[in-house]
């Protein structure tokens, strides 16, 4: 099992930024992935960022430019610094560890935390 623990949300204006973190415990080094989903406002979840155990991102195409994930392997942590925010940018924020093989894929979840940019 992981446990996956958010943090650092809040309410910012236009133009600012948030860094998110996610500190994750349990079993961690099986995990091949790790990132940030959000879910707007009476939509449906969506990924942000994505980094592998390698170290490579992706990102989606809205947030290029804008946001960076990176990982602290020594603290088990995993941030998203998200910069030049918008209004739409508004949604709960959830931390997500992938364990994947050839036969299956495992999701695991933190509890999400609110981001809201006000125009």
């Known amino acids: 099992q992981v446990q996956l623990v958010e943090s650092g949300g809040g309410l910012v204006q236009a133009g600012g930024s948030l860094r998110l973190s996610c500190a994750a415990s349990g079993s961690i080094f099986s995990m091949n992935a790790m990132g940030w989903y959000r879910q707007p406002p009476g939509k449906q979840r969506e990924l942000v960022a994505v980094i592998t155990t390698g170290g490579r991102t992706n990102y989606a195409d809205s947030v290029k430019g804008r946001f960076i994930i990176s990982g602290d392997n020594a603290k088990n942590t995993v941030y998203l610094q998200m910069n030049s925010l918008k209004p739409e940018d508004t949604a709960v924020y959830y931390c997500?560890?992938?364990?994947?093989?050839?036969?299956?894929?495992?999701?695991?979840w933190g509890q999400g935390t609110q981001v809201t940019v006000s125009s």
């Open positions: 997500n560890a992938v364990r994947s093989d050839t036969y299956a894929r495992y999701d695991y």
